[in-house]
């Protein structure tokens, strides 16, 4: 299936996976790059620049196919050495960059003279025109479905990428709520070209998480997310436990009186517990309301062929037989 996302990123399918915090590692990339998708590293699990340059090395070992790297503009008073990580992003030779978080804007001409394609998630169409506007290649459309940071507007990817389609002259490719061939159809139907996925490659046989995380999301149905940080307007979907729910309660109690401090027990530093070690309750994890679709842990190549020929059974045989039954 060609698109200008499989164009532009010289990629086999129209589907990227997430930049995802102590998810997107080498193995998991590099086995979506080898079923024809995009794979993400994510530059900010890893804790040097140093380590980057590494785990860019690794997945080069373990693929010949186009791979990106994901990095996050954050707001905070200790910033990571963005220089250096993009140092490494160029000599590593990566050729795209998934941007997200703040304006990638400063970066962009280094980045451009060195031939790398930018996608920047967005969860809003003002977002999505300003990253086209400061020459962003694509970008990233994050419906309210999304796990993660869905912004504060609360727009589902239904209403969020007809709007988008209607806009944007760059191409973009959905997000949030994307699981399967129905998914894909849908979007490009939308005017999106291609999908990124993120909960759905974290329930695959390469994601280097704990088995416990990806039984959890085979379990969960699409009712088991929560969003979490709303008082603070850094509003971020995970899925529920029990440091979730007190999290909440903690927010019921404190209303307008709510810090960061006083739920940073159950949002800060708990990756490694939960993705390496499996405590499912250690703290709040970003995870889809897709859970819902989710009922196998295939691998990448499994789900993403499975995904391609369903989408064309339902392109040539559904949607087309709908078309000779009412013609």
């Known amino acids: 299936m060609k698109t200008r996302i499989t164009e532009l990123f010289g990629i086999e399918h129209p589907i990227i996976q997430g930049g995802m915090h102590y ?3 080498a193995q998991l990339a590099a ?3 080898n079923a024809g998708g995009l794979g993400i590293i994510t530059a900010l699990t890893q804790k040097t620049p140093d380590d980057l340059s590494n785990e860019i090395a690794r997945c080069r070992e373990m693929t010949d196919k186009p791979f990106g790297v994901n990095v996050t503009f954050l707001p905070t008073l200790n910033p990571p050495d963005y220089p250096a990580i993009f140092k490494a992003i160029i000599e590593g030779g990566v050729k795209v960059v998934e941007t997200a978080g703040n304006n990638p804007s400063e970066y962009l001409p280094l980045l451009k ?16 025109l300003k990253a086209q506007s400061i020459g962003c290649d694509a970008v990233s459309v994050d419906g ?8 504060e507007d609360d727009i589902p990817n239904m209403i969020l990428l007809p709007r988008a389609a ?15 061939a129905r998914s894909l159809v ?34 969960a149905s699409e009712l088991d997310t929560r969003l979490v940080m709303r008082p603070l307007r850094n509003t971020e979907r995970v899925m529920t436990n029990v440091a979730v729910e007190r999290l909440l309660e903690k927010e019921r109690a404190l209303g307008s009186d709510l810090k960061f401090a006083d739920i940073a027990e159950e949002v800060a530093g708990v990756y490694p517990r939960i993705m390496i070690d499996g405590e499912m309750d250690a703290g709040a994890w970003s995870c889809g309301m897709v859970a819902g679709l989710i009922h196998d842990i295939p691998t990448c190549q499994e789900l993403i062929t499975r995904i391609m020929a369903e989408a064309e059974q339902i392109i040539s045989s559904r949607l087309a037989g709908m078309q000779s039954a009412t013609g």
Do not use: W
């Open 186 to 219: 849908a979007s490009l139907a939308m005017g999106a070209e291609g999908m990124n996925m993120g909960t759905r490659f974290i329930a695959t046989q390469e994601a280097p998480v704990h088995e416990n995380v990806k039984q959890a999301i085979v379990a």
């Open 31 to 33: 086995a979506v790059s």
């Open 23 to 25: 998810v997107g590692y």
């Open 144 to 151: 309210f479905e999304c796990g993660g940071h869905p912004g």
């Open 113 to 128: 003279e060195n031939g790398i394609k930018v996608i920047h998630k967005c969860t809003a169409v003002r977002h999505a």
């Open 166 to 180: 209607d806009e944007l002259d760059i191409p973009f490719v959905s997000s949030g709520g994307q699981a399967d």
